[in-house]
C-alpha cells in the first residue's frame, strides 16, 4: 500500500507565512485537496479554523 500523506501536522497562526516545499510525489497536492475538502482523508482528523473538516465539507 502506497501512503500519499503520513504522520503530517502543524498549526498556523493569523499573519503567519507558512510553505509546504518537498519533492516530487512527496504529498503536497493530497494534503492541499484533503484540507479544502477536495478528498477525503482515509485516517486521522483535519480542522480549519477550529472547524473539524468531516462536519462542515468543502471550506474553499
Not at 497562526?13 to 485537496?33: A, C, D, E, I, M
Not at 477525503?40 to 462536519?55: H, K, R, W, Y
Request: overall charge negative; charged content about 15%.
Amino acid at each position: 500500500m502506497v501512503h500519499a500523506v503520513r504522520d503530517i501536522s502543524f498549526d498556523l497562526v493569523p499573519g503567519q507565512v507558512f510553505g509546504l516545499l518537498g519533492p516530487n510525489g512527496s504529498g503536497k497536492s493530497t494534503t492541499r485537496h484533503i484540507q479544502t475538502g477536495l478528498l477525503e482523508a482515509s485516517q486521522g482528523s483535519v480542522e480549519v479554523n477550529g472547524v473539524p473538516l468531516d462536519t462542515h465539507s468543502k471550506l474553499i
